[in-house]
């Protein structure tokens, strides 16, 4: 892909192709404090820049920046106005309408209305675009029949009977606002779409609504954002560069060395040693994520085998990997939804209050039962994405299966997009490295992505009763029903032994005291038009 530099023109910037080479070299020599540029680390790169399609972490970090819903977040995750300055409710929760700011922009000067709000979220749902998240919105009448190509967009429940109004028709009660904070919700370009394809998401063709747009993406390297001047509260700082830092270890030491204000991570690290060398600039908060280990379901060894998969379970010393590898505030999970999360009492695994060696006893028990022994010892293969905190946490329990039970493992790495289609299609996986980090602050956000009709269903988990159970908790009258519903999904997921819970996560960041404005949330997200920087790290 060419680097794009930029000429401006009445107040726009107009694309001309200049050599990577030559803007890598001057923003190495220029540093984090040039052209008030903030530094972030984003992980790995991100698959897409298409709101509607965007599957991870990665790519919802650059999308917060560049889009805005008609709700919004604000530094320390509140939910604040967005596109829409106000909204209200009908009594019976099944309608919601949003009243738009005057004054909306595209980036390019057009004017952004109703109507196509609306169409956005008709393109989102259509089968073609096969957003990942769709799911999280069926809510919204026929949000699942349009998705399934059962009934036209036409007919989804999002109407604008004028210019500045926005109204959702739903088939049960939800937190749509909270729901209109993530990408799906987002509001895209479509005349860029229909010029451009999925070329629409490329330097000078991406159209976006929010306090950022994109000047330059140098692929494996970084993507850069300039401060949109159509959006109505100019950001206080002028450009922001994410950088692609799948290696937690090479990020730290670009941190050090001052080419990061902000990490996406921590390497795996003692944290008494990380305190004393980093003190303040050290972030670590609860976080509403879930690391677990996947099996395929639709392959051997695992498929039709729950004593093998409950043994593999049962062998992992999961004290010792939130202790000393992953080692930064992690907590042992025995179940698959974090504590903490709104109005939820997790489930968990029986065995979970057993000792370690009451553990291992039934994992060798449970071995044995589904066939395997030192005569016939299992050989499997545990997929994981390219990462330093991954690799370290795969060897642990590669090491633990072998110690226990005698399991032959071969780890396998890959770089993210290809780790993350072959998860997807569930073709060569045996075991993977799942989790999930929420999207809303609620229980259900976790156990959707097992329905089988899922798109984040990377395990093949089947089974109508947990549907069912699902299905019956949206209907539910009272917060404790629903909990109660929600609570017995979880425990039939986690009896069925479809995943490996192993910790939940914290949030854990590296921030160069010039930034100001980063604040802990338990979503962990921070836009970047809230943030600040500070040259001599001082209070302004």
């Known amino acids: 892909m060419r680097a794009l530099a930029y000429n401006r023109k009445d107040g726009d910037l107009i694309p001309r192709p200049v050599k990577a080479t030559v803007l890598s070299a001057l923003l190495l020599c220029c540093g984090p404090a040039w052209g008030q540029a903030l530094e972030r680390g984003n992980g790995p790169e991100p698959s897409t820049l298409d709101a509607h399609r965007c599957p991870e972490v990665a790519c919802a970090n650059v999308l917060r920046d560049l889009y805005e819903g008609l709700v919004a977040e604000d530094g320390a995750g509140r ?153 109505r509260d100019p950001a206080p700082i002028e450009r922001v560069r994410f950088h692609v830092t799948e290696d937690a270890s090479s990020e730290l030491k670009r941190f050090e060395s001052g080419g990061l204000h902000i990490t996406e991570t921590v390497p795996p690290q003692p944290l008494p040693q990380l305190r004393e060398r980093f003190g303040d600039q050290l972030r670590i908060s609860p976080y509403l994520g879930a690391f677990w280990l996947g099996f395929n379901l639709e392959q051997p060894p695992f498929q039709g085998n729950a004593a093998l998969r409950e043994a593999l379970s049962l062998a992992i010393n999961r004290d010792i990997l939130t202790r000393h590898v992953t080692g930064l505030g992690e907590t042992p999970a025995y179940g698959l939804v974090p504590p903490g999360v709104a109005d939820y009492a ?65 780890l396998r790495n890959e770089e993210w997009k290809v780790f993350v289609g072959n998860r997807r299609q569930k073709a060569i996986t045996q075991v993977f490295r799942g989790g999930w980090i929420a999207d809303v602050d609620d229980a259900r956000n976790f156990l959707d992505g097992f329905r089988a009709d899922s798109p984040a269903n990377w395990t093949g988990y089947d089974d109508a009763r947990f ?7 949206d209907r539910a009258p009272t917060l404790a029903a629903r909990a109660s519903l929600l609570r017995q999904a979880e425990s039939r997921l986690l009896s069925a032994h479809a995943l490996v819970p192993v910790y939940f996560y914290t949030s854990k960041h590296l921030v160069r005291p010039e930034v100001r404005g980063f604040q802990a949330n338990p979503l962990d997200r921070h836009p970047s038009r809230f943030l600040t920087l500070s040259r001599t790290g001082s209070e302004p």
């Open 346 to 410: 997790p489930a968990s695994l029986g065995w979970g209050r057993s000792t370690q060696k009451q553990r291992e006893a039934l994992a060798r028990q449970r071995y044995r039962e589904a066939g395997y022994g030192p005569d016939k010892p299992l050989e499997v293969e545990l997929r994981y994405n390219t990462s330093t905190p991954h690799r370290r946490l795969s060897l642990a329990v590669a090491a633990m299966w072998r110690e226990v039970l005698g399991v032959q493992v071969r």
């Open 467 to 473: 549907t069912a159970l699902l299905d019956a908790a």
């Open 79 to 231: 939910l604040i106005p967005g596109m829409a300055e106000r909204w209200e409710a009908s009594a019976d929760g099944r309608t919601w309408t949003f009243h738009l700011r005057a004054g909306l922009r595209w980036s390019n000067g057009e004017a952004l209305d109703a109507p196509q709000v609306v169409a956005s979220f008709r393109r989102a749902f259509t089968p073609l675009t096969a957003a990942p998240f769709a799911g999280h919105f069926d809510a919204i009448d026929n949000a699942a029949r349009v998705q399934r190509g059962e009934v036209a967009p036409a007919r989804l429940g999002v109407a604008a009977p004028d210019p500045a109004t926005v109204v959702f028709t739903l088939s049960r009660s939800a937190d749509l606002p909270r729901l209109l904070t993530l990408p799906t919700a987002y509001p895209v370009y479509l005349p860029a779409i229909a010029e451009h394809g999925a070329q629409h998401t490329r330097p000078g063709k991406l159209v976006v609504n929010g306090a950022y747009r994109l000047a330059d993406w140098l692929p494996q390297a970084m993507i850069t954002l300039e401060r949109n001047p159509r959006f």
